[in-house]
């Protein structure tokens, strides 16, 4: 089991959360941050990622490698970090 209340107040782990979900998507369309300047152009390019079966594939391979302890069998956190009540 992951220890979710004690990752969501990690800020390190909700920017990797969220670069593991933009960063496929900037990458297979040759974006950069840049190139988003208005709130249409990233509705579209959100729904043009997750109508493509590949970028949903980047995404969740990248979800996974944000959500993965390498250091424990599974997709389970340790014994330890199942006790924290703030992240170390």
Do not use: C
Not at 14 to 32: K, N
Not at 50 to 63: E, F, R
């Amino acid at each position: 089991m992951i220890n979710w209340k004690i990752r969501f107040k990690n800020s390190v782990f909700l920017a990797q959360l969220f670069l593991a979900f933009f960063a496929p998507i900037l990458g297979y369309y040759g974006l950069t941050a840049q190139d988003l300047t208005t709130w249409g152009s990233v509705f579209n390019l959100l729904i043009s990622a997750l109508s493509n079966p590949y970028v949903l594939l980047l995404i969740v391979v990248s979800v996974w490698n944000a959500l993965n302890d390498p250091t424990t069998r599974g997709i389970e956190d340790s014994q330890q970090a199942k006790r924290y009540q703030w992240p170390k």
